[in-house]
């Protein structure tokens, strides 16, 4: 199994750009997240999904948004990059609320 | 607010030794604590869970600790292993409805030959 799946893995935009950044999971989880990760900070919540349909906002949601139209895909879109958003994220999938998270291999973003 | 305090200085042991890292939190109770593994590059990867009602949890040679009085969470790896090098991100688990996960910064260890 591939588990979670991240495209792209680097990336650098312009500030202003947007993109989207790509998740998908094989495992048929319900549960989907995307967390950035900062230098010297624990990973921070974004957005989640707990099947689809259905998404609601993290910690750090704003500059941010999703859709979750099927069970494997989770995209993220950056609609107008800040520098503030440079980061490396991570996807991650979960069977259920108390299990331990699958992550993805991450996207290093970098806004200039 | 809720945080998990992790040793930023890296543990360097030699081969073969058992490595202990620390979590502790303060104002609150997780209901459970998780631990992940970092390589450089990568995402996080599970290891083990261990529930506030849990006093111990093992899995070969990894242990787990959750002590609620001293509100902290000991890690050990035992015989550890060159390929045991990596960062160690302990993370807990609010029971808010839909759980809210707290990540600490991770601990970085390093065996030696």
């Known amino acids: 199994n591939a588990g979670v799946t991240q495209t792209p893995k680097f990336r650098i935009l312009k500030i202003g750009q947007s993109m989207t950044l790509q998740c998908a999971q094989d495992?048929?989880?319900?549960?989907m997240y995307w967390y950035r990760q900062d230098p010297g900070m624990g990973l921070k919540l974004i957005y989640y999904?707990?099947?689809?349909?259905?998404?609601d906002k993290g910690e750090v949601p704003n500059g941010y948004n999703v859709s979750r139209s099927t069970t494997e895909d989770f995209p993220l879109r950056l609609e107008l990059a800040a520098p503030s958003q440079t980061s490396v994220y991570f996807c991650?999938?979960?069977?259920?609320?108390?299990?331990?998270?699958?992550f993805g291999s991450g996207t290093r973003l970098t806004v200039v | 607010s809720q945080k998990i305090e992790q040793n930023s200085e890296a543990l360097n042991i030699q081969e073969g030794k058992t490595a202990t890292l620390t979590c502790n939190y303060t104002?609150?109770?997780?209901?459970?604590l998780q631990w992940y593994r970092q390589d450089p590059g990568r995402g996080p990867v599970f290891l083990l869970l261990?529930?506030?009602?849990?006093k111990e949890k093992r899995k070969e040679r990894l242990k787990v600790t959750f002590d609620t009085t001293l509100k902290q969470s000991l890690f050990h790896i035992t015989a550890s292993q060159p390929a045991d090098s990596a960062t160690y991100l302990c993370?807990?688990?609010?029971?808010?409805?839909?759980?809210?996960?707290?990540f600490g910064t991770g601990t970085r260890l390093l065996v030696s030959p």
């Open positions: 991650a999938s979960s069977y259920g609320v108390e299990e331990g998270y699958t």
């Open positions: 999904s707990v099947g689809a349909g259905i998404t």
């Open positions: 104002n609150y109770s997780p209901a459970y």
């Open positions: 495992m048929n989880h319900n549960y």
């Open positions: 993370v807990a688990a609010m029971n808010t409805g839909f759980q809210k996960l707290v």
């Open positions: 261990i529930r506030e009602n849990e």
